[in-house]
């Protein structure tokens, strides 16, 4: 089962405008991870929380984690047409096997 | 950065068709690779964990007779899908790691199309 639910599924900005994706999880966890997926290619790593880190910023995007909700969020601010893709959290699997666990998605279109 | 190298970026074939994807490590030794499956606009479905110079662990309802997976190597993993048929047509993806909680790196993706 998916480890991570996000909302929205689908999120529809203009360009310079921020976009905020949703993440929640299931279990506990040492960290919780943000990927990226453009249309037809791989996933590239953005940014990983710890579960003792309540915030990150990595250039425009900020992540936030709330253990206690078992929640993160991922904006990204000014956003532009490139950042258009799907966006997924993900989160290791119970034991130390590194599998990862990831979230249904976020499909962000930027519009120019 | 780490790059991870997928291979056939795409693959048309026909029903009854055995397919062979690679996945290779450029630039580090990865004991670990994962599988996984995508289906149109949906998430990454692990299928299996790929370790080297051992057995594979395949996920839960993932056929291991259907989907052979060899890691005989520390730069490569192969995933060959035997007899394919309409139904195994999607997006399949490699990734690899420490184990842990370190990030992945994934390759770009095979489009399996079985005709």
């Known amino acids: 089962s998916q480890q991570g639910e996000e909302d929205p599924q689908a999120l529809s900005i203009q360009e310079g405008e921020n976009a905020t994706m949703n993440c929640s999880y299931k279990t506990s966890i040492n960290n919780l991870q943000w990927y990226r997926q453009n249309s037809g290619r791989g996933l590239v790593h953005l940014i990983l929380?710890?579960?003792?880190?309540r915030e990150k910023h990595s250039g425009r995007l900020r992540v936030t984690l709330d253990t206690s909700k078992k929640s993160s969020s991922l904006l990204i601010t000014a956003s532009r047409a490139a950042d258009t893709a799907s966006y997924f959290c993900?989160?290791?699997?119970?034991?130390?096997?590194?599998?990862?666990?990831f979230g249904q998605g976020t499909t962000l279109q930027v519009k120019p | 950065g780490a790059v991870v190298s997928q291979h056939p970026s795409r693959v048309i074939c026909k029903s009854g068709t055995s397919v062979k994807i690679e996945c290779r490590s450029l630039?580090?030794?990865?004991?670990?690779m994962f599988w996984y499956r995508q289906f149109p606009k949906k998430s990454l479905m692990l299928m299996a964990t790929?370790?080297?110079?051992?057995?594979?662990?395949?996920e839960q309802g993932v056929e291991k007779d259907k989907f052979l997976i060899n890691h005989a190597s520390l730069t490569l993993s192969t995933l060959t899908v035997t007899s394919a048929h309409p139904e195994d047509s999607s997006f399949y993806i490699c990734?690899?790691?420490?184990?842990?909680?370190?990030?992945?790196?994934f390759g770009d993706g095979t489009r399996l199309s079985i005709l």
């Open positions: 790929s370790n080297e110079g051992s057995k594979a662990t395949y």
């Open positions: 929380i710890r579960s003792n880190e």
């Open positions: 990734s690899a790691g420490d184990f842990g909680d370190q990030p992945q790196h």
């Open positions: 993900a989160a290791h699997g119970s034991g130390n096997t590194g599998k990862l666990i």
């Open positions: 630039d580090f030794q990865a004991t670990t």
